[in-house]
């Protein structure tokens, strides 16, 4: 009975855990692994080159669906970013590696086209190379319902927010602007739509611990190191992913 006991706290506290990562790492390296995608159609961007902050000569190129897999080194504090023909690159939260692998730790890439249309809608004023003369930082306020989701599932779910949250930084940053229905940025509302998106320009180098708030429910925070020129795009499952009944922040996102 002892032993029947044990298995069942052991399968209770798997499931409990966010489905966006497991047990593994060896030799000082776990994997980060996701998908990269474009965020205008959420199509899979092949070819695509996947590196990190804090972990030198680690590199990885996506595949035909998208895939990729990235290795880097274990209790390391590390800033995967990413590069593709054809769109503008984006780099997301900054994860606290702790002996396990990162699952769907997907990279939300705009088209060229549509990041110039998304920093002329926001008034962002761009540098020589068309990136931000100073930092942005993205994310959604995304259902807990997508986290435990393949690809294919987490595009068919369709809207990945929760409406009703508001978001905040410390240090401290003005208000930010949020997505609307038709994924819009929209200086109007005061709260996050079913969209879920969010939004600071002209954020200051610096590093961030970036909140959400609800009247009912609980989400995860992230870290956030914004720099001149980067746009930081801690897009779903992870980023201000809404957090289960009694569930902890994870360790990777605490530090």
Same mark, same amino acid.
Request: hydrophobic share 40%.
């Given at each position: 009975?002892?032993?029947?006991?044990?298995?069942?706290?052991?399968?209770?506290?798997?499931?409990?855990?966010?489905?966006?990562?497991?047990?593994?790492?060896?030799?000082?390296?776990?994997?980060?692994?996701?998908?990269?995608?474009?965020?205008?159609?959420?199509? /899979?961007?092949?070819?695509?080159?996947?590196?990190?902050?804090?972990?030198?000569?680690?590199?990885?190129?996506?595949?035909?669906?998208?895939?990729?897999?990235?290795?880097? +080194?274990?209790?390391?504090?590390?800033?995967?970013?990413?590069?593709?023909?054809?769109?503008?690159?984006?780099?997301?939260?900054?994860?606290?590696?702790?002996?396990?692998?990162?699952?769907?730790?997907?990279?939300?890439?705009?088209?060229?086209?549509?990041?110039?249309?998304?920093?002329?809608?926001?008034?962002?004023?761009?540098?020589?190379?068309?990136?931000?003369?100073?930092?942005?930082?993205?994310?959604?306020?995304?259902?807990?319902?997508?986290?435990?989701?393949?690809?294919?599932?987490?595009?068919?779910?369709?809207?990945?927010?929760?409406?009703?949250?508001?978001?905040?930084?410390? /240090?401290?940053?003005?208000?930010?602007?949020?997505?609307?229905?038709?994924?819009? +940025?929209?200086?109007?509302?005061?709260?996050?739509?079913?969209?879920?998106?969010?939004?600071?320009?002209?954020? /200051?180098?610096?590093?961030?611990?970036?909140?959400?708030?609800?009247?009912?429910?609980?989400?995860?925070?992230?870290?956030?190191?914004?720099?001149?020129?980067?746009?930081?795009?801690?897009?779903?499952?992870?980023?201000?992913?809404?957090?289960?009944?009694?569930?902890?922040?994870?360790?990777?996102?605490?530090?």
């Amino acid at each position: 009975m002892r032993l029947r006991a044990a298995a069942i706290v052991l399968l209770v506290a798997t499931a409990a855990a966010p489905a966006a990562a497991h047990a593994g790492g060896s030799h000082g390296k776990v994997a980060i692994k996701g998908t990269a995608y474009t965020f205008d159609n959420q199509e /899979p961007i092949e070819g695509a080159t996947i590196r990190a902050k804090g972990a030198p000569g680690a590199s990885a190129t996506s595949g035909a669906d998208g895939a990729y897999r990235l290795r880097v +080194p274990d209790r390391a504090k590390v800033t995967p970013y990413v590069e593709a023909e054809g769109h503008h690159g984006i780099y997301l939260q900054t994860f606290f590696t702790h002996g396990r692998n990162l699952r769907r730790v997907n990279f939300q890439v705009p088209t060229v086209a549509a990041y110039f249309g998304l920093a002329a809608l926001l008034g962002v004023e761009l540098d020589e190379n068309d990136d931000p003369v100073r930092c942005a930082i993205v994310s959604t306020a995304s259902t807990k319902h997508v986290r435990g989701l393949s690809f294919a599932g987490f595009v068919a779910y369709g809207a990945h927010g929760v409406a009703g949250a508001t978001a905040s930084t410390r /240090p401290g940053l003005p208000e930010p602007v949020y997505f609307n229905d038709s994924v819009i +940025p929209d200086r109007s509302l005061t709260e996050t739509s079913i969209d879920g998106g969010i939004i600071w320009t002209e954020v /200051p180098s610096g590093n961030y611990k970036v909140r959400a708030h609800h009247p009912s429910e609980r989400f995860s925070p992230f870290r956030a190191s914004c720099r001149d020129g980067r746009v930081v795009n801690a897009n779903p499952p992870w980023g201000l992913f809404q957090l289960k009944a009694g569930e902890r922040v994870r360790a990777e996102v605490k530090g």
